[in-house]
């Protein structure tokens, strides 16, 4: 389980095909716990993924590949 870990995360994020990489919005938040979720693209997989507090005091669940330690 986390406790308060400071992160960087990326949300929003889309595949830049020219770049072959993620783009998307980095915020700050505060990692508080980590869970599993089944991933989005309707495959059954099951995904680690992190709680995390934002700066601006909103909750976001990112995958933990998208979460990044400060």
Known sequence: MA????VD??????????????DGIMLSGTL???VTQTAEDNS??????????LDDGSFQ????EFIYRQ
């Open 32 to 34: 508080i716990d980590i």
């Open 61 to 64: 669940c990112v995958p933990m």
């Open 9 to 22: 995360c990326l949300i929003e994020r889309v595949w830049n095909t020219s770049q072959k990489e993620w």
């Open 3 to 6: 406790h308060n870990v400071p």
């Open 44 to 53: 059954g997989d099951i995904i680690p993924v992190g709680i995390v507090l």
